[in-house]
């Protein structure tokens, strides 16, 4: 079981670590405490964190959307977390991590709307990096989600040769810019730092104006892009601009899911 002394005192009373159609996630609800077992339907976000890491990864951003009235249901990728499996976060395995991940998330969802205090209609989806891919290439099939937000990721895989090895049929069936007459227009926001050593941003932009140009809604898609932030390879994080990130995210998420 994970530790949670690891989250701040203020965010630990309202988190809890389940197992969720048997995936670890933490679930971050703002009305959840000790003495209250039932809860309103919160609108909430579906989140996965990028290889290498854990979904304990940042829970400042749990915080903020928990201050917001937004839950959190955050998983753990396989391989990583509370299903440790150290040859999954090579980065020749990182396709199949993704692939298995885009097939889990139906089953999540639906186990989500069972726990009780997770809004049936008023849900996002989002991740960073390889969560992100997971994210984009999901959104390219039918689905409810209401938006969706990304981080430091890409939507066109070609541009990650040295990311995304194996199984050329995998990586076509899964690569979201060639599947997107499934696109269905919800608002969607990327984060990404121009300088992006890992996830280049020119293989992004290509993804969200290929968005664009295929949508009757353009003006859903929302790209911004930060300067020099000193993140570690200008791709973990933000940096200098991590707190104007989130703050950023919580924003979009309570106009587009209080809309829904």
Not at 41 to 60: I, N, Q
Not at 179 to 203: C, K, M, S, T
Request: proline share 7%; hydrophobic share 45%; net charge negative.
């Amino acid at each position: 079981m994970p530790d949670f002394t690891g989250l701040p005192s203020s965010l630990r009373r309202h988190a809890r670590w389940l197992r969720v159609a048997g995936v670890p996630a933490l679930v971050v609800h703002p009305d959840w405490t000790a003495e209250t077992p039932d809860v309103p339907a919160r609108p909430w976000l579906l989140w996965m964190h990028g290889r290498t890491v854990a979904k304990e990864l940042d829970p400042g951003r749990y915080a903020r959307l928990a201050r917001a009235g937004i839950a959190s249901v955050a998983l753990d990728l396989p391989g990583h977390g509370e299903r440790l499996d150290v040859a999954r976060h090579a980065l020749d395995a990182t396709l199949g991590v993704i692939a298995e991940m885009v097939h889990e998330i139906d089953r999540v969802v639906d186990a989500c709307h069972d726990l009780g205090g997770l809004s049936p209609d008023r849900y996002a989806i989002g991740g960073m990096s390889a969560g992100g891919m997971v994210t984009l290439a999901r959104l390219t099939r039918p689905h409810r989600f209401s938006a969706a937000v990304v981080e430091c990721t890409t939507g066109s895989w070609r541009w990650q040769p040295n990311l995304l090895k194996g199984d050329p049929s995998a990586l076509a069936a899964l690569n979201p810019i060639d599947h997107l007459d499934g696109w269905r227009p919800i608002p969607l926001l990327a984060l990404h730092n121009r300088l992006d050593e890992w996830v280049p941003i020119d293989g992004q932009r290509e993804f969200l104006d290929a968005v664009a140009a295929r949508t009757a809604r353009p003006e859903l898609v929302e790209f911004h892009v930060y300067d020099r932030t000193g993140a570690p390879n200008e791709h973990a994080g933000f940096g200098t601009m991590g707190a104007d990130a989130k703050d950023r995210v919580v924003a979009f998420l309570a106009r587009t899911l209080a809309a829904t």
